[in-house]
């Protein structure tokens, strides 16, 4: 099963107050686990960067000048979504940006119904507790050393991990299956290898079973000889 956990950064909280999206990045899954393909782009927003967003995510307007434009990314973007299903923290802000800027290009917008929102999933599994990333990243012992701000494909690769624990975890042993599959190999092709043993009865012990045989009434043992 093919997924895509997917997040932005923006300029804003609301686009339709005019704020765009300055970065996306995407993270591919397959059976709820990372498969190391990304998409991964920064984006001129055609506007200014406010402070309070700055402080956030560290992008200025001064970097992002020379970034291409969403309508030049938008096809790599939406191929490497393709038609499967998208992760994202507080999915609603990131799909309503995405789909501002989609139509703003006059493309097809995305289908909420295609998303899993992990602070649903969250609250779900966790009533009271708070559901941020970084809150939750502490709950399953995710390394956020990394973090020092916000930033799109370094927090979709945090969230696919929160994700597989929301979802119920790595399986006992699943990360062991691969190394002692590679032990249980060495061990075979190292394995002494030894003649064959005899096991026919000796002649004692044939006399023995047949005396045995000649105390019981019509044994099963000669009828099948006999046959």
């Known amino acids: 099963m093919r997924e895509i956990v997917l997040d932005t950064e923006t300029t804003g909280l609301d686009p339709l107050s005019g704020h765009r999206v300055v970065e996306i990045g995407c993270v591919e899954l397959f059976n709820h686990l990372a498969t190391g393909n990304t998409f991964h782009c920064y984006l001129n927003p055609e506007r200014d960067m406010p402070p309070e967003a700055e402080r956030v995510h560290g992008l200025s307007q001064a970097f992002l000048a020379d970034k291409p434009l969403f309508p030049s990314i938008a096809e790599e973007m939406l191929t490497f979504i393709g038609d499967a299903p998208i992760i994202a923290h507080n ?14 290009a006059g493309r097809q917008v ?15 599994k966790f009533p009271g507790a708070q559901a941020s990333l ?32 929301l979802v119920g975890g790595r399986e006992p042993g699943l990360a062991l299956a691969g190394s002692g599959r590679a032990e249980l190999g060495a061990t075979a092709a190292t394995r002494e290898v030894r003649a064959a043993r005899a096991h026919a ?10 005396a045995f045989l000649g105390a019981l009434k019509n044994p099963i043992w000669l009828k099948t000889s006999e046959t």
């Open 201 to 210: 009865p000796t002649a004692a012990e044939l006399a023995a079973h047949h």
């Open 134 to 165: 970084d809150a939750l990243c502490r709950r399953f012992a995710i390394d956020t050393s990394e973090r020092g701000k916000h930033g799109a494909l370094l927090d979709a690769r945090l969230l696919s991990k929160v994700y597989l624990e």
């Open 91 to 104: 999915a609603g802000f990131d799909l309503g940006f995405l789909n501002s800027e989609l139509r703003r």
């Open 110 to 124: 995305l289908s909420s119904e295609r998303t899993i929102d992990t602070v649903l999933l969250a609250r779900r």
